[in-house]
């Protein structure tokens, strides 16, 4: 088993609580002392630094919303002066104002040794070539990657997003062996080498796919890993933690979040601790972090964490799969439902294709949620009485999981949009 620092990695639980009470001690202080936000939110909250002696303390601090970020935009919430600011990341401020992010030298080097761990973690090295097929500039995935397969002496291919027939070639050319980008869109690089007649799995040298920035179901990890012939591993991180940070390793059994740079927890609608292993809302607090430090960060993610070691070896908590976002779900006549869980069904059936959209509109006073689902052109081809049998089942599988109605419409391959970054899996128009 290979470890890029098996003294960390491989700490014992006692040793990284120990560890994360220090750092969090000296978080509060210094967030106190040099962040207006966190001295007026923690004297809101009625607590002072002198309160927060022990791990089990930390719930007596409020929590770090991303409305905190957009409403102090642009640097309200940072802790250092700006000449000690050595990068900025933005998001796109599609939802309203965008986020700003700044990184002194040190946030890079923290964020850049979270991603040597990561991706060694998940069998790459010195032999590999990786090709980083995230968006470049102000959006963190590509830079953030750049930095990581850098520093485990990996050659990058910073090709970005986008270019889908210059991604096949150059993957085949130079003889990629990794690719990171949203599964999606490797999903898309699939279909189209298809129609190159270049088959990946047998053609070219790639064995690894880093993939996230949206969710996805272990049954499209499937799919993924049977079509191309590859191993395909998640990865988890977002531009106010720093960018990509945690993958999974090579068991593919959770995400691994590094201790000793960040403490997590998981917390249910209430915002109280749940017990290890059940699941609810996902919240971070940068422990090492120096620019734009999060103290009790909701993140908005689904998940569950345990504690156990890993079978790799690795002693650090594990996010388990993230079963969706807050924010992503969507009601449907009361009933919540996930993207996530309608793409767990669809993957399952051989005969639906990889791409799907949910669109919800209403009917009077009802809700309607109709899920196009692309099919391969043979079973188009079948009778029209084949077709509607499929619809059937399909609409049946979906009701059984989601228990809400759902209209089934098959169609054909290459009608929902492609996207080299986040895929629009949901429509609303409820809300136009």
């Not at 089990?56 to 000449?83: A, C, W």
């Not at 946030?107 to 761990?117: E, F, G, S, Y």
């Not at 890993?310 to 006549?333: A, K, N, S």
């Not at 099919?375 to 049998?389: F, N, P, Y």
Request: aromatic letters at 6%; proline letters at 4%; a negative charge.
């Amino acid at each position: 088993m290979e470890y890029w620092n098996p003294k960390v990695e491989r700490s014992s639980a006692e040793e990284l609580k120990q560890l994360q009470e220090r750092k969090l001690r000296r978080l509060v202080e210094n967030a106190y002392e040099y962040s207006s936000f966190y001295k007026k939110r923690f004297a809101a909250a009625g607590v002072s630094p002198h309160d927060i002696r022990s791990l089990e303390d930390i719930q007596q601090l409020p929590f770090t919303h991303k409305t905190d970020l957009r409403d102090t935009y642009p640097t309200g919430m940072f802790s250092v002066p700006q000449n000690q600011i050595v990068r900025f990341h933005v998001s796109s401020g599609t939802t309203g104002v965008p986020t700003v992010v700044g990184y002194t030298a040190n946030d890079i080097d923290v964020w850049t040794a979270c991603l040597a761990r990561s991706l060694t973690a998940c069998g790459l090295g010195r032999s590999d070539i990786v090709q980083v097929a995230y968006g470049y500039g102000l959006f963190t995935g590509g830079l953030g990657l750049h930095y990581g397969v850098e520093e485990i002496g990996a050659a990058v291919l910073p090709i970005g997003a986008g270019a889908t027939t210059r991604q096949i070639n150059l993957m085949k050319d130079l003889g990629t062996t990794a690719i990171a980008c949203t599964p999606s869109y490797l999903l898309h690089i699939g279909e189209v080498a298809e129609s190159m007649s270049i088959d990946i799995a047998s053609q070219t040298r790639l064995r690894a796919g880093i993939l996230g920035a949206e969710p996805w179901s272990l049954e499209s990890r499937a799919r993924i890993e049977q079509n191309l012939g590859i191993k395909a591993y998640d990865i988890y991180g977002t531009s106010e933690m720093s960018g990509p940070l945690f993958t999974e390793c090579s068991a593919q059994n959770g995400i691994h979040a590094w201790a000793d740079h960040f403490l997590i927890e998981i917390v249910d609608d209430y915002g109280g601790p749940v017990e290890e292993g059940e699941r609810g809302e996902l919240v971070v607090t940068t422990l090492s972090k120096e620019a734009l430090p999060l103290i009790r960060y909701r993140m908005g993610d689904i998940t569950s964490l345990v504690w156990e070691e890993c079978e790799c070896g690795r002693t650090h908590p594990r996010i388990m799969r993230i079963q969706g976002r807050v924010d992503d779900m969507i009601v449907v006549r009361g009933v919540n439902v996930f993207p996530s869980q309608i793409e767990s069904v669809l993957m399952q059936i051989p005969e639906v294709g990889d791409h799907f959209q949910i669109v919800v509109d209403r009917a009077g006073p009802l809700d309607v949620m109709v899920v196009k689902i692309e099919v391969t052109e043979s079973t188009l081809s079948d009778r029209i009485g084949a077709l509607m049998q499929l619809e059937e089942r399909v609409a049946k599988q979906l009701r059984d999981v989601l228990m809400v109605n759902a209209k089934v419409e098959l169609v054909e391959r290459g009608t929902i949009p492609r996207s080299s970054g986040k895929s629009q899996k949901v429509i609303d128009l409820r809300q136009i």
